[in-house]
């Protein structure tokens, strides 16, 4: 499923009709975070204070965290990871795009085999009444966060040609999260903006959980996440 937030349809069939043919040969993944302080609800197993709102600069409860768990997994299973501890949203949110740009160039000018990006956030969503909500997912009788792809474009006037391929990697890997564990994955979200993902064919946002999850919540959630992206590399003859 999808939400369209652009102003243009989407043929999801055309779209996924052929594998990324990138997963083919040699990548590698980087992990970064535009947004690297957000963080979660503080619980009992981790109560940590928040330096702002549902904000910290503790890695062990920021978006860092979250980062780590996807690279443990895939690096578990063979995927070469590079990832990105820069916090790009302190002092200035406004900037974090831009920073966070200049930090994927580098990484990608360092190691070209980049072919995936993973931009880790958590999301916020409030009730047309004001009330903060999460969405869990039941997995072998665990609450896991439940996760988002968000996939930008060039519809806001920016130069992103290939958006395509972007949306092509994401309509398939989220199919294959879905087959594996059908309530994990929110409808994926096409927007008109580029989010930065015109540096890569496999750059996505991958939205863990809400500001309301906690993090042992947001960490299943992530794992969940990186063994499905590590069984849809492997079903395309990668290993």
């Given at each position: 499923k999808i939400a369209n937030s652009s102003n243009i349809k989407i043929d999801t069939s055309m779209l996924m009709q052929n594998l990324p043919a990138f997963l083919k040969e040699d990548f590698s993944v980087l992990?970064?975070?535009?947004?690297?302080?957000?963080?979660?609800?503080?619980?009992?197993?981790?109560?940590?204070?928040?330096?702002?709102?549902?904000?910290?600069?503790?890695?062990?409860?920021?978006?860092?965290?979250?980062?780590?768990?996807?690279?443990?997994v895939l690096i578990n299973n063979g995927i070469k990871v590079y990832?990105?501890?820069?916090?790009?949203?302190?002092?200035s949110y406004n900037?974090?795009?831009?920073?966070?740009?200049a930090e994927?160039?580098?990484m990608i000018n360092e190691h070209s085999d980049i072919k995936i990006i993973l931009d880790v956030h958590r999301d916020a969503i409030e009730t047309s009444g004001g009330e903060e909500i999460k969405y869990v997912s039941d997995i072998n009788g665990s609450q896991a966060a439940s996760l988002?792809?968000?996939v930008g474009s060039n519809l806001s006037g920016l130069e992103h040609d290939n958006w395509q391929d972007n949306m092509n990697f994401a309509l398939n890997l989220q199919?294959?999260?879905?087959?594996?564990?059908?309530?994990?994955?929110?409808?994926l979200n096409f927007?008109?903006?580029?989010?930065?993902?015109?540096l890569a064919p496999g750059a996505i946002i991958v939205e863990v959980g809400t500001n309301r999850n906690t993090l042992e919540e947001a960490l299943l959630g992530a794992e969940y996440f990186a063994e499905g992206l590590v069984s849809f590399v492997k079903s395309t003859g990668n290993s």
């Open positions: 992990i970064i975070h535009t947004h690297t302080t957000e963080s979660y609800t503080p619980s009992q197993l981790h109560p940590f204070t928040h330096s702002d709102t549902f904000r910290t600069q503790d890695r062990n409860y920021n978006m860092i965290k979250i980062g780590d768990k996807i690279e443990e990832h990105s501890e820069k916090i790009n949203d302190f002092p900037q974090s795009y831009s920073k966070s740009l994927a160039e580098k988002m792809l968000v199919n294959h999260l879905n087959s594996l564990y059908p309530s994990l994955m929110r409808p927007r008109s903006q580029r989010f930065n993902q015109h």
